[in-house]
């Protein structure tokens, strides 16, 4: 039998293993077993390119009350046959790229996450279906760029701003309502919606990024709330100058006491109003 000095020995050696071996603990919370990564739920942080590439996680799932504060950037990058992924009430931060080529259909954003990262959900090819936090107030470049089967995206009217080319090659998206509060929208935010239908602009006047719409091809009906025209960085326009004919087939809809502005404004005098 140990004496009680050396037990009192083994505990304070254990102590310090605790305090200055924190990812000791750590290793044992995440487990791979028959294609389930689970995480456990001291985990706070899981750490960029955590699980890079790993072709073999197939599912992620949480233990009950999950402590997970933040994802890091492309901690799931190139997770292909990544398929079911619950995130936990208590994330608040995700890292530029983190679900990058991964393979869900659908993805609920918590409600403590204000913004979406660069390139979050880049080049999912399987991604149909997005929630986003009621209180998100940024989406990133690139955020869904590339997500050709994303059909609908409800973008909450708490978002402030859209990055360059966040939902570019969106093919399958048809309608897009942004919030009329909005205050900045980037370059190539929307382009190659090849689906894209019908797009209801902010209604402030604040600069335009160029050719938001380049290569929606099937765009008939853009409403701009806006009593001012809206301005185009650099002096652009909606669409590539080699898709002038989408002009005449696209309906601009503005406020009856604006009409005449419209027409003589740069870029928007292309429509037939």
């Given at each position: 039998?140990?004496?009680?000095?050396?037990?009192q020995?083994?505990?304070?050696?254990?102590?310090?293993?605790?305090?200055f071996?924190?990812?000791?603990?750590?290793?044992?919370?995440?487990?791979?077993?028959?294609?389930?990564?689970?995480?456990?739920?001291?985990v706070?942080?899981?750490?960029?390119y955590?699980?890079s590439?790993r072709?073999?996680?197939?599912?992620?799932k949480?233990?009950n009350?999950?402590?997970?504060k933040?994802?890091?950037?492309?901690?799931?990058?190139?997770?292909?046959?990544?398929?079911?992924i619950?995130l936990?009430?208590?994330?608040?931060?995700?890292?530029?790229?983190?679900?990058?080529?991964?393979?869900?259909?659908?993805?609920?954003i918590?409600?403590g996450?204000?913004?979406i990262?660069?390139?979050?959900?880049?080049?999912?090819?399987?991604?149909?279906?997005?929630?986003?936090?009621?209180?998100?107030?940024?989406?990133?470049?690139?955020?869904?760029?590339?997500?050709?089967?994303?059909?609908?995206?409800?973008?909450?009217?708490?978002?402030?701003?859209?990055?360059?080319?966040?939902?570019?090659?969106?093919?399958?998206i048809?309608?897009?309502?942004?919030?009329?509060?909005?205050?900045?929208?980037?370059?190539?935010?929307?382009?190659?919606?090849?689906?894209?239908?019908?797009?209801?602009?902010?209604?402030?006047?604040?600069?335009?990024?160029?050719?938001?719409?380049?290569?929606?091809?099937?765009?008939?009906?853009?409403?701009?709330?806006?009593?001012?025209?809206?301005?185009?960085?650099?002096?652009?326009?909606?669409?590539?100058?080699?898709?002038?004919?989408?002009?005449s087939?696209?309906?601009?809809?503005?406020?009856g006491?604006?009409i005449?502005?419209?027409r003589?404004?740069?870029?928007?005098?292309?429509f037939n109003?």
């Amino acid at each position: 039998m140990q004496s009680k000095q050396t037990k009192q020995v083994t505990r304070f050696f254990i102590i310090l293993i605790v305090i200055f071996n924190p990812f000791l603990i750590l290793a044992e919370q995440w487990i791979v077993k028959d294609s389930v990564l689970t995480i456990g739920r001291y985990v706070k942080c899981i750490p960029s390119y955590q699980f890079s590439d790993r072709t073999d996680i197939r599912e992620v799932k949480f233990e009950n009350r999950s402590n997970l504060k933040s994802i890091g950037e492309y901690a799931f990058l190139g997770c292909s046959n990544l398929k079911e992924i619950e995130l936990p009430n208590t994330l608040s931060s995700l890292g530029e790229g983190c679900f990058r080529e991964c393979g869900f259909e659908e993805l609920s954003i918590p409600d403590g996450v204000k913004a979406i990262p660069k390139a979050m959900c880049s080049w999912n090819k399987d991604l149909r279906s997005v929630k986003l936090p009621s209180r998100l107030a940024d989406i990133g470049s690139h955020a869904f760029a590339y997500c050709e089967r994303l059909q609908a995206i409800d973008i909450p009217s708490s978002v402030m701003h859209i990055g360059s080319n966040a939902f570019s090659r969106c093919r399958t998206i048809k309608e897009v309502k942004l919030p009329p509060g909005m205050k900045e929208l980037e370059s190539y935010a929307f382009s190659d919606c090849e689906s894209l239908e019908t797009a209801v602009m902010p209604s402030n006047a604040n600069l335009l990024g160029e050719l938001i719409f380049s290569g929606c091809v099937n765009l008939r009906n853009l409403t701009v709330m806006s009593t001012i025209p809206p301005p185009f960085d650099c002096n652009s326009f909606i669409f590539e100058p080699d898709e002038t004919i989408l002009y005449s087939k696209c309906k601009l809809h503005v406020p009856g006491q604006s009409i005449a502005k419209y027409r003589r404004a740069p870029g928007w005098k292309l429509f037939n109003l």
